[in-house]
């Protein structure tokens, strides 16, 4: 069964830090993958997706991630950290389903913590 | 514009009551999906709307109803609930379910956040 594996469950940077976020895939096919970002009593906003078209990713709010076939994974990273980017950090792999749907599997997420 | 709109924001209901969750989109998109979410935990998948039949159920328990009016809208219909269905309902939408060239990208409405006493 595929899966997403989000290397610890709490991350705290002090401000202007680099931001490393892990998410590691289990997949036999070429994946789609997507990093997701929950800002506290809010839905989740689609920080970028990789689709096949180019390894490094860029997405809003200065994200970017890498994507790494032989290592399997799809971290997430900010060069500095801004306290504004403080929130829970979601990465999924979209998989077929039945019915000709697909869906999404979800990583625990990961809480990033922004020190002043 | 990838906005996704739910209303209500919030929602106080007994086990008793009736209550209806709605969710818009005028993106076009022909996949529509009902998620639950527990505080710090991911979504759970719960149902799939795809061209405006359910496609995916979840194993959801009956007092979960939902209801795909038109291509724009999705409801779900809440009755006789338990206090352990509390939770953030998130909306979300795609524009292929089958997926292809990212089609099957979800955006996600802002949520309903239900607590049932």
């Known amino acids: 069964?595929?899966?997403?594996?989000?290397?610890?469950?709490?991350?705290?940077?002090s401000?202007?830090?680099l931001v490393l976020l892990r998410c590691n895939y289990s997949s036999s096919v070429p994946p789609y993958l997507f990093w997701y970002v929950q800002y506290p009593n809010q839905g989740l906003q689609l920080l970028l997706k990789y689709t096949s078209a180019a390894t490094l990713?860029?997405?809003?709010?200065?994200?970017?991630?890498?994507?790494?076939?032989s290592?399997?994974?799809?971290?997430?990273?900010?060069?500095?950290?801004?306290m504004s980017d403080a929130a829970e950090y979601f990465?999924?792999?979209?998989?077929?389903?039945?019915?000709?749907?697909?869906?999404?599997?979800?990583?625990?997420g990961t809480s990033l913590a922004v020190n002043p | 514009d990838t906005e996704v709109t739910q209303t209500p924001k919030h929602l106080v209901m007994g086990m008793t009551n009736k209550k209806s969750l709605k969710c818009e989109q005028h993106m076009g998109h022909r996949a529509m999906y009902w998620y639950k979410q527990k505080a710090k935990k991911p979504p759970e998948l719960m149902f799939v709307y795809s061209y405006e039949k359910l496609s995916i159920n979840e194993s959801v328990p009956s007092r979960f109803s939902p209801e795909c009016p038109n291509s724009s809208l999705l409801n779900l219909h809440l009755h006789a609930l338990q206090p352990e269905d509390s939770a953030l309902y998130l909306c979300a939408s795609s524009q292929d379910p089958s997926g292809g060239a990212g089609g099957e990208t979800q955006y996600f409405g802002p949520g309903t956040r239900l607590l049932v006493l």
């Open chain 1, 57 to 69: 990713v860029k997405g809003i709010n200065g994200f970017e991630a890498e994507f790494k076939k």
């Open chain 1, 1 to 13: 069964a595929q899966s997403v594996t989000q290397l610890g469950s709490h991350v705290s940077v």
């Open chain 1, 71 to 82: 290592e399997t994974s799809f971290h997430l990273t900010k060069p500095s950290a801004h």
């Open chain 1, 91 to 108: 990465c999924a792999v979209s998989v077929d389903n039945a019915g000709n749907n697909r869906k999404l599997i979800w990583g625990l």
């Open chain 1, 15 to 17: 401000e202007g830090a």
